[in-house]
Protein backbone atom coordinates (compact mmCIF):
# COMPACT_ATOMS: atom_id res chain seq x y z
CA UNK A 1 0.00 0.00 0.00
CA UNK A 2 1.33 3.33 -0.82
CA UNK A 3 -0.51 6.76 0.87
CA UNK A 4 -0.79 9.87 -0.07
CA UNK A 5 2.13 11.33 0.68
CA UNK A 6 4.19 8.62 -1.52
CA UNK A 7 5.02 6.51 1.93
CA UNK A 8 4.88 2.80 2.34
CA UNK A 9 2.40 1.28 4.34
CA UNK A 10 3.87 -2.14 5.22
CA UNK A 11 3.08 -2.15 8.86
CA UNK A 12 -0.14 -3.10 10.96
CA UNK A 13 -0.56 -2.79 14.81
CA UNK A 14 -3.35 -4.61 16.65
CA UNK A 15 -4.67 -4.09 19.92
CA UNK A 16 -5.59 -7.04 21.20
CA UNK A 17 -7.52 -5.48 24.11
CA UNK A 18 -7.55 -2.82 25.71
CA UNK A 19 -7.65 -4.81 29.20
CA UNK A 20 -3.95 -4.11 31.38
CA UNK A 21 -3.20 -5.48 34.58
CA UNK A 22 -1.35 -2.53 34.99
CA UNK A 23 -2.59 1.38 35.39
CA UNK A 24 0.52 3.72 34.27
CA UNK A 25 -0.28 6.86 35.07
CA UNK A 26 -0.21 8.67 31.86
CA UNK A 27 -2.26 5.66 30.31
CA UNK A 28 -4.96 4.66 32.34
CA UNK A 29 -7.04 6.04 34.86
CA UNK A 30 -7.60 3.64 38.13
CA UNK A 31 -10.20 1.47 37.92
CA UNK A 32 -11.18 -0.61 34.68
CA UNK A 33 -11.76 1.00 31.57
CA UNK A 34 -15.39 1.48 30.00
CA UNK A 35 -14.17 -0.22 26.34
CA UNK A 36 -14.18 -3.55 25.65
CA UNK A 37 -12.60 -5.58 22.57
CA UNK A 38 -15.20 -6.18 19.58
CA UNK A 39 -12.91 -8.50 17.78
CA UNK A 40 -12.07 -11.80 17.93
CA UNK A 41 -8.66 -13.29 17.64
CA UNK A 42 -10.50 -15.00 14.46
CA UNK A 43 -11.39 -11.32 13.74
CA UNK A 44 -7.84 -10.07 13.89
CA UNK A 45 -6.30 -13.08 11.65
CA UNK A 46 -8.71 -12.37 9.69
CA UNK A 47 -7.26 -8.54 9.17
CA UNK A 48 -3.91 -9.58 8.72
CA UNK A 49 -4.47 -12.23 6.26
CA UNK A 50 -6.47 -9.50 4.05
CA UNK A 51 -3.82 -6.64 5.03
CA UNK A 52 -0.73 -8.95 4.16
CA UNK A 53 -2.33 -9.22 0.56
CA UNK A 54 -2.37 -5.82 0.36
CA UNK A 55 1.81 -5.52 1.23
CA UNK A 56 1.97 -5.56 5.00
CA UNK A 57 5.30 -7.48 5.92
CA UNK A 58 5.25 -6.40 9.76
CA UNK A 59 2.81 -6.84 13.03
CA UNK A 60 3.20 -5.74 16.49
CA UNK A 61 0.73 -7.25 19.00
CA UNK A 62 -0.39 -4.23 21.33
CA UNK A 63 -2.87 -3.52 24.27
CA UNK A 64 -3.76 -3.11 26.84
CA UNK A 65 -1.78 -5.79 27.61
CA UNK A 66 -1.53 -8.79 24.86
CA UNK A 67 -0.94 -11.69 27.19
CA UNK A 68 -3.93 -11.10 28.85
CA UNK A 69 -5.30 -12.40 25.88
CA UNK A 70 -6.27 -16.23 26.49
CA UNK A 71 -5.02 -18.18 23.39
CA UNK A 72 -2.10 -15.98 21.87
CA UNK A 73 0.63 -18.19 21.03
CA UNK A 74 -1.52 -20.06 18.91
CA UNK A 75 -2.88 -17.00 17.03
CA UNK A 76 0.83 -16.12 16.26
CA UNK A 77 1.44 -19.28 15.24
CA UNK A 78 -1.53 -18.87 12.62
CA UNK A 79 -0.65 -15.18 11.60
CA UNK A 80 3.01 -16.40 10.44
CA UNK A 81 1.96 -18.88 8.33
CA UNK A 82 0.25 -16.17 6.22
CA UNK A 83 2.59 -15.19 2.69
CA UNK A 84 4.14 -11.89 3.28
CA UNK A 85 4.16 -12.04 7.20
CA UNK A 86 7.71 -11.57 8.17
CA UNK A 87 7.71 -10.32 11.65
CA UNK A 88 5.58 -10.25 14.58
CA UNK A 89 6.60 -8.15 17.58
CA UNK A 90 5.08 -8.11 20.63
CA UNK A 91 4.74 -4.66 22.94
CA UNK A 92 4.24 -5.88 26.57
CA UNK A 93 4.71 -4.66 30.45
CA UNK A 94 6.17 -8.15 30.79
CA UNK A 95 4.49 -8.72 33.72
CA UNK A 96 3.91 -12.84 33.26
CA UNK A 97 6.39 -13.06 29.95
CA UNK A 98 8.78 -14.97 31.78
CA UNK A 99 6.01 -18.35 31.76
CA UNK A 100 4.98 -16.86 28.08
CA UNK A 101 8.32 -15.88 26.51
CA UNK A 102 8.94 -19.66 25.63
CA UNK A 103 5.89 -20.34 23.57
CA UNK A 104 5.29 -17.51 22.02
CA UNK A 105 8.77 -17.03 20.70
CA UNK A 106 8.14 -20.53 19.19
CA UNK A 107 5.24 -19.39 17.80
CA UNK A 108 6.81 -16.53 15.92
CA UNK A 109 7.46 -13.37 18.10
CA UNK A 110 10.90 -12.76 17.01
CA UNK A 111 11.18 -9.67 19.23
CA UNK A 112 9.56 -7.41 22.00
CA UNK A 113 9.11 -4.17 23.58
CA UNK A 114 9.17 -4.10 26.85
CA UNK A 115 7.63 -0.93 28.83
CA UNK A 116 9.87 0.21 31.60
CA UNK A 117 9.53 3.25 33.58
CA UNK A 118 11.78 2.91 36.94
CA UNK A 119 14.53 0.57 38.03
CA UNK A 120 13.48 0.82 41.65
CA UNK A 121 10.33 -1.37 42.88
CA UNK A 122 9.30 1.67 45.01
CA UNK A 123 8.72 3.82 41.94
CA UNK A 124 7.73 1.38 40.03
CA UNK A 125 4.56 0.34 41.89
CA UNK A 126 3.89 4.08 42.32
CA UNK A 127 3.81 4.50 38.38
CA UNK A 128 2.08 1.83 37.67
CA UNK A 129 -0.21 1.60 40.99
CA UNK A 130 0.83 -1.67 41.92
CA UNK A 131 3.41 -3.65 39.81
CA UNK A 132 5.50 -5.67 40.68
CA UNK A 133 9.22 -4.44 38.94
CA UNK A 134 10.53 -8.12 40.20
CA UNK A 135 8.17 -9.47 37.75
CA UNK A 136 8.88 -7.51 34.73
CA UNK A 137 13.20 -7.97 34.99
CA UNK A 138 12.24 -11.38 34.81
CA UNK A 139 9.89 -11.20 31.92
CA UNK A 140 13.06 -9.27 30.73
CA UNK A 141 15.63 -11.95 31.36
CA UNK A 142 12.94 -14.78 29.78
CA UNK A 143 13.39 -12.92 26.16
CA UNK A 144 16.36 -12.61 26.21
CA UNK A 145 16.91 -16.30 27.30
CA UNK A 146 14.53 -17.60 24.51
CA UNK A 147 16.72 -15.53 21.85
CA UNK A 148 13.68 -13.00 21.07
CA UNK A 149 16.15 -9.97 19.60
CA UNK A 150 16.21 -7.25 20.14
CA UNK A 151 14.60 -6.87 23.41
CA UNK A 152 13.84 -3.10 23.79
CA UNK A 153 13.14 -1.12 26.55
CA UNK A 154 10.45 1.67 26.24
CA UNK A 155 10.77 4.02 29.11
CA UNK A 156 9.26 6.94 29.01
CA UNK A 157 10.57 9.91 30.64
CA UNK A 158 8.83 12.53 33.00
CA UNK A 159 9.92 15.20 34.80
CA UNK A 160 9.59 15.24 38.44
CA UNK A 161 9.14 11.28 38.25
CA UNK A 162 11.82 9.78 36.39
CA UNK A 163 14.21 12.11 35.07
CA UNK A 164 16.67 11.69 37.70
CA UNK A 165 16.69 7.68 36.25
CA UNK A 166 18.31 8.47 32.76
CA UNK A 167 21.57 8.12 33.02
CA UNK A 168 21.36 4.58 35.34
CA UNK A 169 19.12 3.24 32.08
CA UNK A 170 21.65 4.20 30.14
CA UNK A 171 24.41 2.44 32.35
CA UNK A 172 22.15 -0.99 32.30
CA UNK A 173 23.19 -1.36 29.15
CA UNK A 174 26.13 -2.02 29.95
CA UNK A 175 25.11 -4.74 31.67
CA UNK A 176 22.13 -6.32 29.57
CA UNK A 177 22.09 -6.72 25.60
CA UNK A 178 18.92 -4.72 25.72
CA UNK A 179 17.88 -1.50 23.77
CA UNK A 180 16.55 1.51 26.12
CA UNK A 181 14.72 3.62 24.27
CA UNK A 182 14.11 6.84 25.77
CA UNK A 183 10.56 8.25 25.05
CA UNK A 184 9.00 11.58 25.20
CA UNK A 185 5.48 12.21 26.84
CA UNK A 186 2.95 12.85 24.93
CA UNK A 187 0.70 15.37 26.04
CA UNK A 188 -2.61 13.45 25.61
CA UNK A 189 -4.57 10.49 26.91
CA UNK A 190 -4.03 10.74 31.06
CA UNK A 191 -1.32 13.04 30.54
CA UNK A 192 -3.49 15.58 28.79
CA UNK A 193 -3.75 17.65 31.56
CA UNK A 194 -0.10 17.06 33.51
CA UNK A 195 2.04 20.47 33.94
CA UNK A 196 4.64 21.88 31.96
CA UNK A 197 7.08 20.28 33.98
CA UNK A 198 5.83 17.02 33.40
CA UNK A 199 7.78 16.89 29.49
CA UNK A 200 10.88 16.28 29.16
CA UNK A 201 12.30 16.67 25.91
CA UNK A 202 14.54 14.69 23.38
CA UNK A 203 17.45 17.11 23.44
CA UNK A 204 18.01 17.85 26.90
CA UNK A 205 18.12 14.21 27.46
CA UNK A 206 20.61 13.55 24.88
CA UNK A 207 22.79 16.62 25.75
CA UNK A 208 22.39 14.74 29.84
CA UNK A 209 23.90 11.68 28.27
CA UNK A 210 26.47 13.15 25.81
CA UNK A 211 29.59 12.11 28.04
CA UNK A 212 28.77 8.27 28.00
CA UNK A 213 27.55 7.93 24.45
CA UNK A 214 30.23 6.13 22.13
CA UNK A 215 29.15 6.52 18.81
CA UNK A 216 25.56 6.08 16.88
CA UNK A 217 23.83 2.50 15.95
CA UNK A 218 21.55 0.65 14.28
CA UNK A 219 18.82 -1.34 15.75
CA UNK A 220 16.52 -4.18 14.08
CA UNK A 221 13.34 -3.34 13.82
CA UNK A 222 14.29 0.24 15.40
CA UNK A 223 11.71 1.94 14.17
CA UNK A 224 11.31 6.21 14.48
CA UNK A 225 14.14 5.48 17.35
CA UNK A 226 17.69 7.18 16.87
CA UNK A 227 20.22 5.20 18.35
CA UNK A 228 23.49 5.06 20.16
CA UNK A 229 25.61 3.13 21.75
CA UNK A 230 27.44 4.13 25.12
CA UNK A 231 30.94 3.16 26.15
CA UNK A 232 31.32 -0.21 26.98
CA UNK A 233 27.66 -1.12 26.53
CA UNK A 234 26.10 -4.51 25.47
CA UNK A 235 23.46 -3.06 24.24
CA UNK A 236 22.35 0.43 22.99
CA UNK A 237 20.04 3.66 23.69
CA UNK A 238 17.67 4.96 21.20
CA UNK A 239 15.40 8.57 21.92
CA UNK A 240 12.26 8.88 20.21
CA UNK A 241 10.68 12.22 19.81
CA UNK A 242 7.08 12.17 19.08
CA UNK A 243 6.40 15.52 19.88
CA UNK A 244 9.56 17.93 19.48
CA UNK A 245 11.05 16.08 16.27
CA UNK A 246 7.74 14.05 14.90
CA UNK A 247 8.61 11.42 12.59
CA UNK A 248 5.83 11.30 10.69
CA UNK A 249 7.45 11.47 7.21
CA UNK A 250 8.49 8.22 7.78
CA UNK A 251 5.41 6.65 8.88
CA UNK A 252 4.52 3.53 7.41
CA UNK A 253 1.47 2.35 10.12
CA UNK A 254 -1.90 1.55 10.45
CA UNK A 255 -3.14 0.90 13.94
CA UNK A 256 -6.44 -1.55 14.31
CA UNK A 257 -7.91 -0.73 17.80
CA UNK A 258 -9.19 -2.70 20.41
CA UNK A 259 -12.76 -1.77 19.42
CA UNK A 260 -12.46 -2.76 15.64
CA UNK A 261 -11.64 0.70 14.11
CA UNK A 262 -8.86 1.26 12.26
CA UNK A 263 -7.01 4.52 12.59
CA UNK A 264 -4.41 5.89 9.71
CA UNK A 265 -2.17 7.98 12.17
CA UNK A 266 -1.41 7.81 15.83
CA UNK A 267 -1.93 11.30 16.60
CA UNK A 268 -5.71 11.65 15.26
CA UNK A 269 -9.16 10.38 15.91
CA UNK A 270 -10.10 9.41 12.29
CA UNK A 271 -10.89 6.18 12.23
CA UNK A 272 -12.79 3.38 9.89
CA UNK A 273 -15.06 0.76 11.86
CA UNK A 274 -13.70 -2.37 10.73
CA UNK A 275 -16.52 -4.56 12.02
CA UNK A 276 -19.28 -5.04 9.84
CA UNK A 277 -16.49 -5.93 7.19
CA UNK A 278 -15.05 -8.37 9.69
CA UNK A 279 -18.09 -10.16 10.88
CA UNK A 280 -19.37 -10.74 7.43
CA UNK A 281 -15.46 -11.81 6.27
CA UNK A 282 -16.18 -9.62 3.29
CA UNK A 283 -12.38 -9.57 1.85
CA UNK A 284 -13.45 -6.66 -0.74
CA UNK A 285 -15.11 -4.15 1.41
CA UNK A 286 -12.41 -4.76 4.51
CA UNK A 287 -9.69 -4.40 1.49
CA UNK A 288 -11.66 -1.40 0.81
CA UNK A 289 -10.84 0.20 4.20
CA UNK A 290 -7.76 -0.52 4.18
CA UNK A 291 -6.47 1.20 1.57
CA UNK A 292 -8.87 3.99 2.66
CA UNK A 293 -6.86 4.70 5.52
CA UNK A 294 -3.68 4.15 4.17
CA UNK A 295 -4.65 7.19 1.63
CA UNK A 296 -6.38 9.13 4.24
CA UNK A 297 -2.94 9.21 6.45
CA UNK A 298 -1.97 12.84 7.05
CA UNK A 299 1.50 14.64 6.52
CA UNK A 300 0.95 15.36 10.22
CA UNK A 301 -1.68 15.50 12.66
CA UNK A 302 -2.25 16.47 16.31
CA UNK A 303 -5.85 16.30 16.92
CA UNK A 304 -5.60 13.08 19.08
CA UNK A 305 -7.89 14.39 22.31
CA UNK A 306 -10.33 11.36 23.31
CA UNK A 307 -8.58 8.19 22.98
CA UNK A 308 -6.26 6.17 25.76
CA UNK A 309 -3.39 4.74 24.23
CA UNK A 310 -4.90 1.04 25.56
CA UNK A 311 -7.23 1.44 23.37
CA UNK A 312 -5.22 2.61 20.54
CA UNK A 313 -2.62 0.12 20.90
CA UNK A 314 0.30 3.52 20.92
Known amino acids: MIDGQGRVIDYLRLSLTAECNLRCRYCLPEGRIVSHSKL ?43 PGIQ ?57 LYVGMFPVKINCVI ?5 DDEIEAFALWTRVKPV ?26 MKERLAPLISHK ?16 ALGSIGFISGTTEHFCGTCSRLRVTSVGTIRPCLFSDL ?16 QT ?7 SKPVRENSMKTKRMAEIGG
Open 158 to 162: MGGLN
Open 40 to 82: TLADFAFIVEVAAGLGISRVRLTGGEPLLVQGLAEFVAEIRQY
Open 87 to 143: DIALTTNAQGLDNLADAIYQAGVSRVNISLDSLRPERYAYLTRGGKLQLTLQGVEAA
Open 217 to 232: DKVTGGGPAESFVITG
Open 289 to 295: LLLDAAL
Open 271 to 286: EYSLQEAVRNRNHQEL
Open 179 to 204: SVRFIELMPFGEAANWPDSSFVSVRS
